[in-house]
């Protein structure tokens, strides 16, 4: 699974894909050569929820604009970004890690033809629980989400990794994919 470095991790919300990533980054090591990019969101920091740069919807767009993102999407009434920071980090070997959207696999693909697609997965009666768990909705639009995802077709992913025993186990894995030359 080896490529331009980038590896593009994927999963509906609750699977846990930001608590991997995160886990992730306690088992680094100082010789690997690995960067987790942070995402640019039109959402406000959030104890407990992703280390992210929050900008406001204006900022996001201008931002976009100017040409400041590498890769970027809107999803459930938010824009994300990824910062063309990245560029450098491959130029210089890195292997980049991104959190980013099922939905635009293709056009990841498109602008990184190499790169790997991890899919983090957990099943639903989780995923249920973890939504509920983070706040974010009420049990209507949890449920709502739950449809969306149920409706959406298969990932092309190159890679699945089930978050739903053991955090460590699904980091240690992501860690192994990222890790491969």
């Not at 602008?111 to 957990?122: D, K, L, M």
């Not at 995923?127 to 989400?145: K, P, Y």
């Not at 449809?147 to 298969?154: D, S």
């Amino acid at each position: 699974m080896s490529g331009t470095g980038l590896v593009y991790v994927v999963g509906a919300s609750g699977v846990g894909k930001d608590s991997v990533l995160a886990s992730l980054r306690t088992l680094l090591q100082d010789d690997d050569r690995i960067a987790v990019a942070h995402r640019y969101i039109t959402r406000e920091a959030q104890c407990g929820s992703e280390n992210h740069i929050a900008l406001s919807q204006p900022e996001f767009l201008q931002r976009r604009a100017a040409g400041c993102f590498a890769l970027s999407w809107e999803s459930h009434g938010l824009y994300y970004g990824i910062g063309t920071e990245i560029e450098l980090w491959l130029k210089r070997g890195l292997r980049v890690l991104i959190n980013g959207s099922r939905a635009h696999v293709d056009a990841v693909r498109e602008r990184y033809p190499t790169a790997s697609v991890v899919e983090i997965v957990a099943s639903e009666s989780i995923v249920r629980q973890r939504l509920l768990a983070r706040g974010r909705e009420d049990l209507a639009s949890v449920e709502a989400r739950l449809a969306r995802n149920r409706q959406l077709v298969a990932c092309p992913a190159d890679l699945r990794i089930a978050n739903e025993a053991s955090l460590h186990e699904a980091a240690q894995a992501l860690l192994s994919v990222a890790r491969q030359d």
